[in-house]
């Protein structure tokens, strides 16, 4: 199958994590997808030393065929995709994007009014949602990537390169996507997340994340003999919320500015939870972000007679720490760019990837891009002509002429 049928059949495939399992991997469909279908075309295109873990991670290697060339590369996507309505995906198919809008379904439009980048890929393929769920580009794209990046050596002899290293990883959306990665496994010198975004762009720095999570216990009764005996878990929860400062939230941030993101609120009278993700590039505001958090609970614990628990876990750490420790990774990426003929920016995720962990673990790793844009939602879209043409870079990355 060819780049656009393969990227086709996998967006259809339901691989959704779940914050709230006790599994590993979190989804059974992302384990099955891993066994019955990436397992199998690895093997199919050649790729050898295939494995699938009990955690879910898919491991190949493509053994290399010029011996000077010493570094071992690996390239990283993840099957997951985020919490949002990924069952029964209909992928459209936009030939000849001409830049106006694009309708998704009879009440939902794509448009350049509301989303720029689109105004860029006039005359491209593009493939979209109908509207009633999201894509799975994310990172469905960055997979398929690799898999014909792999294809094309495999078939190509007369490209010489040395040892490559390919993973796909389970739960990346959840944060967990290298809580089982084994290192000694994919065995590489430093590797590359192939995970969304322009192709233009290449991605050194991440968020520090971490998460909280609020329990508040009320005391319920009837509202009519309620004075001075209830205590209202939502209105706990909604005090709480409107006490953090209301300008440090996704919508009103860009660039580097942190954000607490309130991600869920539910509840009644006698019981509620709240889950915040809390962001910062900066890993001293994190803290202070944290703190500061930490503070309202134990001010409202006075008044509310310890009503409220705190649990907050770090996540991931800005990977910028590592990889300026390691310019022979940057080295490698604008050798590429510069065999590509390809202008480039350093660009700084206001999000995370399987590379900033990678990174602390011992394998540098920045991101690239897949041509994806709006993902997590039901705007998600990717351009096809981007997916190929990193195809092409990642190919010229590995190459003898490059490294």
């Given at each position: 199958m060819d780049m656009l049928e393969r990227f086709i059949k996998y967006c259809q495939y339901n691989t959704r994590s779940d914050a709230t399992s006790l599994t590993v991997p979190s989804s059974h469909n992302q384990y099955r997808f891993a066994a019955d279908v990436l397992v199998?075309?690895?093997?199919?295109?050649?790729?050898e030393d295939v494995v699938l873990s009990e955690s879910g991670v898919v491991y190949g290697k493509i053994h290399g065929?010029?011996?000077?060339i010493k570094n071992k590369v690996g390239f990283i996507a993840h099957m997951d995709t985020a919490d949002y309505n990924s069952e029964n995906i209909k992928p459209q198919i936009i030939e000849n994007y001409d830049g106006n809008d694009i309708k998704l379904n009879d009440s939902m439009v794509l448009s350049p009014s509301q989303f720029p980048s689109l105004?860029?890929?006039v005359g491209k393929t593009i493939v979209c949602t109908d509207g009633a769920t999201l894509l799975g580009g994310d990172d469905k794209a960055g997979i398929v990537i690799i898999m014909e990046m792999a294809k094309t050596l495999i078939n190509d002899p007369t490209i010489r390169h040395g040892e490559i290293r390919i993973a796909f990883t389970p739960d990346e959306e959840i944060g967990h996507g290298t809580d089982h990665f084994d290192l000694k496994q994919f065995d590489a010198d430093y590797g590359f997340t192939i995970d969304g975004g322009d192709i233009h762009s290449v991605t050194l720095e991440t968020f520090n994340a971490s998460k909280a999570a609020i329990d508040i216990q009320g005391f319920s009764i009837h509202p009519g003999g309620a004075k001075g005996k209830m205590v209202n878990a939502i209105d706990i929860a909604v005090q709480l919320a409107t006490m953090l400062p209301g300008e440090a939230k996704p919508q009103y941030t860009q660039g580097h500015e942190g954000f607490y993101h309130l991600e869920s609120l539910n509840g009644n009278c006698e019981h509620a939870t709240m889950h915040y993700i809390i962001r910062d590039h900066d890993h001293t505001k994190l803290k202070d972000k944290k703190n500061y958090l930490k503070h309202l609970v134990e001010t409202m614990n006075i008044r509310y007679d310890g009503a409220i628990t705190l649990k907050?876990?770090?996540?991931?750490r800005n990977m910028s720490v590592v990889l300026k420790d390691h310019p022979e990774v940057l080295e490698t990426v604008e050798n590429t760019f510069k065999a590509m003929g390809w202008s480039y920016t350093h660009g700084s995720a206001r999000g995370g990837t399987d590379g900033a962990n990678l990174s602390f673990m011992g394998l540098p790793c920045p991101n690239l891009g897949t041509g994806g844009y709006n993902g997590h939602g039901p705007y998600e879209y990717v351009v096809v002509e981007q997916m190929s043409a990193m195809v092409d870079f990642l190919i010229t990355m590995v190459s003898?002429?490059?490294?």
């Open positions: 199998n075309d690895l093997k199919a295109i050649g790729v065929n010029d011996g000077s105004k860029d890929h907050m876990e770090d996540q991931y003898k002429e490059t490294l």
